[in-house]
T-cell receptor, first 114, second 116 residues
Framework: AQSVTQLGSHVSVSEGALVLLRCNYSSSVPPYLFWYVQYPNQGLQLLLKYTSAATLVKGINGFEAEFKKSETSFHLTKPSAHMSDAAEYFCAVRSGGGADGLTFGKGTHLIIQP | GAGVSQSPRYKVTKRGQDVALRCDPISGHVSLYWYRQALGQGPEFLTYFNYEAQQDKSGLPNDRFSAERPEGSISTLTIQRTEQRDSAMYRC??????????????FGPGTRLLVL
């Protein structure tokens, strides 16, 4: 069985400040990890994914995430927040066994303060 | 090109009625996934197809839920005898190649279902 825990249902940062969204996973086999973003009234869009090629993964819009096996974490960061980053962010895991469905966390709503 | 589309975008129905939700994947995508997302939660996997074959339906909550993809393209998720607890956002996703765990799933805008 696999699961994802996202700490903090809401995170508020000031424009220009560091963004840190936390994700911890549980998986009995080597995981593949994903971050998706959801803007209002839109579908989920892939930000980045960990595929075991490199532990530091760079994504779109200046986001990156680092896979840390010892901490079972895959936290999402961005050095400087922009107002357009306000959205819902979901971390997801898939086991290495095959192309079955993703297991998502509950999501973190990112609020950007002007 | 066009992304994943879903229809209707909003559906209001009365308890006990059947509903059919449609998903039109990106052209040429082999795999198609259905998820359900309750308010304040992340998407929850329901079922998926490779071409027309349903590969895994372990996430379907009960036998009132069924899905088909008869020609390997458009898919329909049907909920029979709807109940208020079925109210949620239903999301569809597609991906290019079935069988690769690193493949990206592309999501549609979802259908918001409200059962009165």
């Amino acid at each position: 069985a696999q699961s994802v825990t996202q700490l903090g249902s809401h995170v508020s940062v000031s424009e220009g400040a560091l963004v840190l969204l936390r994700c911890n996973y549980s998986s009995s086999v080597p995981p593949y990890l994903f971050w998706y973003v959801q803007y209002p009234n839109q579908g989920l869009q892939l930000l980045l994914k960990y595929t075991s090629a490199a532990t530091l993964v760079k994504g779109i819009n200046g986001f990156e995430a680092e896979f840390k096996k010892s901490e079972t974490s895959f936290h999402l960061t961005k050095p400087s927040a922009h107002m357009s980053d306000a959205a819902e962010y979901f971390c997801a895991v898939r086991s290495g066994g095959g192309a079955d469905g993703l297991t998502f966390g509950k999501g973190t709503h990112l609020i950007i303060q002007p | 090109g066009a992304g994943v589309s879903q229809s209707p975008r909003y559906k209001v129905t009365k308890r006990g009625q059947d509903v059919a939700l449609r998903c039109d994947p990106i052209s040429g995508h082999v795999s198609l996934y259905w998820y359900r997302q309750a308010l304040g939660q992340g998407p929850e996997f329901l079922t998926y197809f490779n071409y027309e074959a349903q590969q895994d339906k372990s996430g379907l909550p009960n036998d009132r839920f069924s899905a088909e993809r008869p020609e390997g393209s458009i898919s329909t998720l049907t909920i029979q005898r709807t109940e208020q607890r079925d109210s949620a956002m239903y999301r569809c996703a597609s991906s290019t190649v079935g069988g690769a765990p690193t493949e990206t799933q592309y999501f549609g805008p979802g259908t918001r279902l409200l059962v009165l």
